[in-house]
Nanobody, 126 residues
Framework: QVQLVESGGGLVQAGGSLRLSCAVS????????MGWFRQAPGKEREFVAT????????YYADSVKGRFTISRDNAKTTMYLQMNSLKPEDTAVYYC???????????????????WGQGTQVTVSS
């Protein structure tokens, strides 16, 4: 079992920044990659970014490329999402997810992720 807990969400004005964190615990030693997804009201959950756990390679959705940065700490206990130049359309619940046994890089499909956090709300006002 792997436990994921997100934090850092909140209310911010357009153009502002937030940093989300995802604390990783449990049997995460075999993690292949981790990712951030988001779900806006009335919309399906969508891919935001992913990081390969071993070598920190990253991959982003076009909608956030150049504004968001995914990273992890060297102890592999926390993943981050630095969000800059936020827009109202970034408003959503943000989820972190762990893909333990994957072999394909990058992978933006939700079905490959084995564990999910509870989500943290990000609201960007105009």
């Amino acid at each position: 079992q792997v436990q994921l807990v997100e934090s850092g969400g909140g209310l911010v004005q357009a153009g502002g920044s937030l940093r989300l964190s995802c604390a990783v615990s449990g049997r995460s030693a075999s993690t292949y990659s981790m990712g951030w997804f988001r779900q806006a009201p009335g919309k399906e959950r969508e891919f935001v970014a992913t990081i390969k756990w071993s070598d920190k390679r990253t991959y982003y959705a076009d909608s956030v490329k150049g504004r968001f940065t995914i990273s992890r700490d060297n102890a592999k206990t926390t993943m981050y999402l630095q969000m800059n130049s936020l827009k109202p359309e970034d408003t959503a619940v943000y989820y972190c997810a762990a893909n333990l046994y994957g072999t394909t890089w990058p992978n933006r499909y939700q079905y490959v992720y084995d564990y999910w956090g509870q989500g943290t709300q990000v609201t960007v006002s105009s």
